[in-house]
């Protein structure tokens, strides 16, 4: 099983013309669909005089939920054609908007699936991509004097450790891969005096 996934960082924009209609591909991150919809809002805003603001997304490390949406474009004219690019790059967590200005001549089912696939290629051409670990969030609670036990576990798993505390009763919240929580748990319940919830 897969315990990561590809998104962008940031938002690009990128500009594509076609017999004077003009092609504005946007993408940007998102983490849920409420996202994507004030996102979407912002973007109807800053181009209210568009004919259409055509768009898709997919969110979720598993990249089950996704949309695309034509806005008034023969029917998968442009946001399947959009979707297909996210999906080419294997992203997930993004939204990509072409804002579409009309030019007067009528571009044709193919010429439009051309432009608003060329829109959302040339947006996420631009963005920078990054790699994220799925991860489950544990708490560790452990007595000070099996801290070196409990730090090499930590070392030998390579966990991320979110936040920690060194008292009397030491607390560590740490990100174990989907990949390595089974042989985790079977190593910490070797430890004694450790205690490890799952978040």
């Known amino acids: 099983m897969k315990d990561y996934f590809f998104t962008i960082t940031d938002r690009h924009e990128s500009l594509y013309k076609e017999k004077g209609s003009k092609f504005i591909g946007i993408c940007l991150p998102a983490q849920s669909e409420e996202e994507v919809k004030e996102l979407l809002e912002e973007i109807k805003k800053q181009y209210y005089d568009a004919r ?4 898709a ?23 399947d054609p959009i979707l297909g690019q ?26 439009l699936i051309n ?11 631009q963005a ?12 560790l609670t452990y007595s000070y ?6 730090m090499k576990l930590i070392s030998d798993f390579d966990l991320t450790i979110l936040e920690q505390d060194f008292t009397a009763i030491c607390k560590a919240k740490i990100g174990v891969r989907l990949n390595n929580e089974s ?16 978040l």
């Open 86 to 111: 996210i999906r080419s790059k294997e992203l997930t967590n993004t939204l990509v908007v072409v804002v579409r200005y009309f030019g007067g001549t009528k571009l044709g089912v193919s010429g």
């Open 52 to 55: 259409h603001h055509c768009y």
């Open 145 to 150: 004097d099996i801290t070196n036990e409990v």
């Open 57 to 79: 997304y997919i969110l979720g490390a598993d990249s089950s939920q996704y949309r695309a949406n034509d806005d008034g474009e023969p029917g998968h004219s442009a946001g």
């Open 115 to 125: 432009a608003y696939k060329t829109a959302a290629a040339d947006a996420l051409d």
């Open 128 to 139: 920078k991509i990054k790699k994220e670990i799925v991860q489950n969030t544990y708490l």
């Open 183 to 198: 042989a985790f748990i079977a190593e910490a319940e070797k430890i004694q005096k450790l205690k490890v919830e799952k």
